[in-house]
């Protein structure tokens, strides 16, 4: 178990550095070799993504769903939202991001993460008033993040 954490820490430092293929490669392997492992499907899932293979990613995310702890599974309902909003996906759909977040919302340790997105999505498809009010509501929680104050000024513009 210690040797696969180890993979993916490997794989996350090559991709930082550039070498996606590498990365890829890397996660891959991890994730055959532990298949039912949530953390590490997640991550080669988020590695999937980076590389723009969506459609591999949204089936091991979704595989995910149902078998994962209430924290876990909002942590994969973001990063599936993120992948149906994202525009270089055939399958984008913004309906179902949203969906997926305000799934994640329900859950106190990742309501902030999923807030910040649903305020983005939602500026994104012009529809400022909800924008805002949800972006207030991440203020609330975290009221010092600068990312949430720029959302807002972009909303009023």
Do not use: C, W
């Not at 392997?29 to 590490?40: E, G």
């Not at 994202?86 to 977040?101: G, I, R, V, W």
């Amino acid at each position: 178990r210690r040797v696969l954490f180890r993979s993916m820490e490997v794989a996350i430092a090559l991709e930082e550095h550039g070498q996606q293929a590498e990365a890829l490669a890397l996660m891959r392997k991890a994730h055959t070799i532990s298949p039912d492992n949530s953390t590490i499907t997640r991550r080669f899932a988020f590695t999937l993504f980076n590389r723009q293979q969506f459609s591999e990613a949204q089936s091991l995310l979704e595989s995910l769903l149902g078998r994962e702890s209430e924290e876990e599974a909002a942590r994969t309902y973001i990063l599936l939202a993120k992948l149906y909003r994202n525009p270089s996906n055939p399958q984008k759909s913004m309906e179902k991001a949203e969906s997926y977040l305000l799934r994640a919302i329900r859950t106190e340790s990742q309501k902030q993460p999923a807030l910040k997105v649903l305020g983005e999505l939602l500026i994104e498809e012009n529809r400022l008033h909800p924008a805002l009010a949800i972006l207030a509501q991440q203020l609330a929680l975290a009221p010092n993040d600068a990312s949430a104050r720029l959302q807002i000024g972009r909303a009023h513009v």
